[in-house]
């Protein structure tokens, strides 16, 4: 497995990740996903370590906090062969201060997360959201206590705007408390809205993009196509309303180009989109899940070889949008062209 620089950080993480969303699942946004439990969780856990997939992503709203619980009990005596990635920050509760990145709910949120996953400390800490509410000199500030206090040790954030991301690596650099590190973000060949501010800002500030939802939501599995319906033991009949929205004639003509390189690789259509994903520019680890061994095997097959030039170009073709203002129409113009070089 190769092992990419996060970010800015000294933090070597693996390009291939494990998704622990299906761990525990539970509700109907969770429970789609998966319901793996402790004896099966620690199963793939074995195959991911074996494979040199050495860090786990989960989250305190998996399923209310069972994936942390299932996570902690499959890597129990194994936990320093580990990199556990957590986020919080999204409302886990109907209180006030039971939701945001506020000293009062991270401190607690912190430390929950340390008791469900039966830890001492927690590798990369990221923030769910942005909090308009809670200066972030205040977040910084509560961040940086818990690093100085061995709780946990790299910072980063999942989800956040431009600018949010923008004014918060200022103000960790304006006041030196810790720096993100990370930016967990949905990336895919449907959905490359991550390419116009995000990853040049990434490439800029020496932030590393750690990819969630690789397959568009569970569209590039290779079992979405032209013509036909929605196989029925598909996720997207139950979660399709939670995620982002795909155009179908776009969603199509991707999936007629991967089911080409397909043939021409001897890959799957999945192991085709992840090893696009893996050449994109800040990306450090793309997060794959996983409902059972076989398919976490699957995965493991998007690595160890490469697409060539001219695939990755037809995928990029086929999977082109016209950008958003402020990026249309200047970027098609020379002058524009010069002042701002595209992201390599």
Do not use: C
């Amino acid at each position: 497995m190769e092992h990419r620089r996060l970010g800015r950080s000294g933090l070597h993480v693996p390009a291939l990740s494990f998704g622990a969303g299906t761990f525990g699942g539970s509700g109907p946004l969770f429970g789609a996903w998966g319901d793996t439990g402790v004896a099966q969780a620690r199963r793939m856990v074995d195959i991911a370590l074996d494979a040199g997939m050495a860090m786990f992503d989960t989250a305190d709203v998996y399923s209310d906090g069972a994936s942390e619980e299932v996570l902690g009990a499959a890597l129990k005596g194994r936990r320093d062969r580990a990199l556990v990635s957590t986020k919080a920050g999204l409302p886990v509760g109907e209180g006030a201060n039971e939701a945001g990145s506020s000293r009062a709910h991270l401190t607690r949120a912190v430390e929950a997360a340390l008791r469900r996953l039966d830890t001492d400390y927690i590798d990369l800490f990221q923030l769910h959201a942005f909090d308009a509410r809670t200066p972030v000199e205040e977040t910084l500030a509560v961040l940086d206590d818990l690093v100085r206090d061995g709780k946990i040790r790299y910072v980063g954030a999942s989800n956040y705007a431009g600018w949010q991301l923008m004014k918060t690596l200022d103000a960790a650099d304006r006041d030196r408390r810790p720096r993100f590190a990370a930016h967990q973000v949905y990336y895919s060949l449907v959905g490359r809205d991550y390419e116009w501010e995000l990853m040049p800002l990434g490439q800029d500030q020496g932030v590393g993009a750690l990819v969630w939802s690789p397959l568009g939501w569970g569209r590039l599995t290779g079992r979405i196509r032209r013509g036909q319906p929605v196989p029925e033991g598909s996720r997207l009949h139950q979660t399709a309303q939670f995620g982002p929205p795909v155009e179908d004639a776009h969603l199509y003509g991707i999936v007629d180009v991967l089911d080409e390189i397909s043939a021409e690789t001897g890959k799957t259509v999945p192991q085709v989109a992840i090893n696009w994903l893996l050449r994109r520019p800040t990306v450090a680890s793309v997060i794959v899940g996983a409902r059972d061994e076989e398919q976490l095997r699957q995965n493991l097959g998007a690595v160890g070889w490469e697409l060539d030039a001219g695939q990755v170009a037809r995928l990029d073709e086929a999977s082109a949008k016209t950008a958003p203002y402020p990026y249309y129409p200047y970027e098609r113009q020379e002058g524009f062209a010069r002042l701002n070089p595209p992201v390599v």
